[in-house]
């Protein structure tokens, strides 16, 4: 099965309309869901999980379709986004009127310390800067990327945050803050989405109050359209996807369609660091040291000395060569940084936490559950390529999976190197015991 990238875009065009509250990048595209929930045969009596949920888009779209689902999701923001995502019981015009009630009186406040939120500076006749702006904690501010938020709309984010924890009526507190989440990251920060999270143009002042209820509004038109669809159970958990025994119950899984991290230098706490921060769901160094201790080890970024995922893979000896290859290139090229001494590490903590995850996997499998985990192939650690979906295909065969197959899904360049790097569908089966 492989798609062009022509139909790709064309088919994310279409998806960011449908319940796209929340998302920063199509990589995993809901269309990609639908394929495979058809090729499953998957239907209202069954159940999917997503163990590396993200921001939801496998649990919406079952739910979409009336299939129960589960996630797991380490992440706290990306667990928040993914649970409101799939509470469609809403009243929209209540809603509505409610983040209206709460607009009026943050804009009401912002006006008595001399802000004007309705309409940018240039135009602004009576505005004046308030002696002092909100802004964040130390600790907490310490935690951002570098000029991520200017400090203005910083000071009308933060006056709006604390109206809806005073102001908001509680039904709707979650689906505003999901809101404002979003307008954050594309509307109101200095934020920038390439390859990587990062900084662009400053905004010394936005319209913030606008910029949320745009997003309100838009949420509201996909609740309007969701909403007469019947119940459906989607659960999503906050946890460990390499510790999934706790939330599932054995033989509870027909279907798994997900997308778990790639080993690469990509920090994910990153990607959503500025509205954890802002909403307050990571507070200090230790909230993202416990955040980062949750998660798949596929970076330098969260690798710990007692980590010792590596001895799941201590026999594969592809995965010993791929180890061994980076460490002698960098050596070779008197590479010394501390996060350079640990490529080699990662890359065997990264495929023994997925050998870990399928291991706990099996038992909440069905005999014959179908499995879909889309990766992408890598070279970022100096440049020895990792090729993920046939490493994992392997990985999985040898924990008594059976291999379907591992369609290719599409193709993108390697910065680096400049090479096709293949981004892949690896699909499993379970046989049972």
């Known amino acids: 099965m492989r798609w062009s990238n022509g139909e790709i875009n064309k088919l994310a065009f279409e998806d960011r309309a449908a319940h796209d509250w929340y998302r920063f990048v199509l990589s995993f595209p809901p269309h990609l869901v639908r ?42 923001m990306a667990h928040f986004a993914s649970q409101v995502k799939v509470e469609w019981d809403v009243n929209t015009s209540e809603l509505i009127a409610d983040a209206t ?10 006006e008595e310390s001399g802000v004007d939120d309705e309409t940018l500076p240039l135009f602004k006749t009576h505005w004046r800067r308030p002696q002092q702006l909100r802004t964040l904690p130390e ?7 570098t000029d991520s938020i200017s400090p203005l709309p910083l000071h009308k984010t933060l006056a709006l945050i604390e109206c809806l924890q005073h102001h908001s009526d509680p ?102 660091r500025l509205e954890s921060v802002l909403l307050g769901f990571i507070r ?20 710990y000395k007692d980590d010792d995922d590596d001895q799941w893979v201590n026999e594969h000896a592809e995965i010993q060569r791929i180890a061994e290859a980076i460490e002698a290139r960098r050596i070779e090229l008197g590479k010394t940084s501390g996060f350079e001494r640990l490529y ?11 050998a870990r995850h399928l291991a706990e996997l099996r038992t909440a499998l069905r005999p014959g559950a179908h499995l879909a985990y889309v990766v992408g192939d890598q070279a970022s650690y100096l440049r020895v390529m990792i090729r993920t ?44 015991c």
């Open 35 to 76: 394929d495979y929930l058809r090729r499953f045969a998957i239907s209202s009596g069954h159940r999917v999980l997503d163990p590396f949920c993200g921001t939801g888009t496998t649990i919406v779209e079952c739910k979409k379709q009336g299939i129960p689902s589960v996630g797991i999701e380490a992440n706290p």
């Open 101 to 110: 009630r709460v607009a009026e009186i943050t804009q009401r406040q912002l």
């Open 139 to 145: 600790e907490s501010f310490k935690l951002l990327l």
């Open 171 to 272: 039904k709707y507190r979650r689906h505003h803050l999901l809101a404002l989440a979003k307008a954050i990251v594309f509307s109101i920060s200095n934020l920038h989405f390439g390859p990587e999270v990062g900084i662009g143009p400053a905004k010394p002042d936005v319209a913030v109050i606008p910029a949320w209820m745009t997003c309100a509004r838009e949420m509201a038109d996909d609740l309007r359209e969701l909403a007469p669809q019947r119940p459906t159970p989607a659960i999503v958990h906050r946890a460990d996807a390499r510790r999934l025994r706790e939330m599932l119950e054995p033989n509870s899984i027909d279907a798994v369609i997900t997308s778990p991290p790639y080993p690469n230098e990509k920090d994910y706490t990153r990607t959503t």
């Open 284 to 303: 200090d160094k230790a909230d993202l040291r416990a955040l980062k201790h949750g998660l798949m080890r596929s970076n330098t970024r969260n690798v």
């Open 344 to 354: 080699a590490r990662v890359t065997k903590l990264y495929f023994g936490g997925m």
């Open 389 to 432: 979906g046939q490493l994992i295909a392997d990985i999985a065969q040898s924990l008594g999976y059976e291999i379907a197959g591992i369609d290719l899904f599409r193709t993108r360049l390697a910065t680096a190197t400049k090479e096709q790097l293949r981004e892949e569908v690896v699909v499993l089966r379970w046989p049972g």
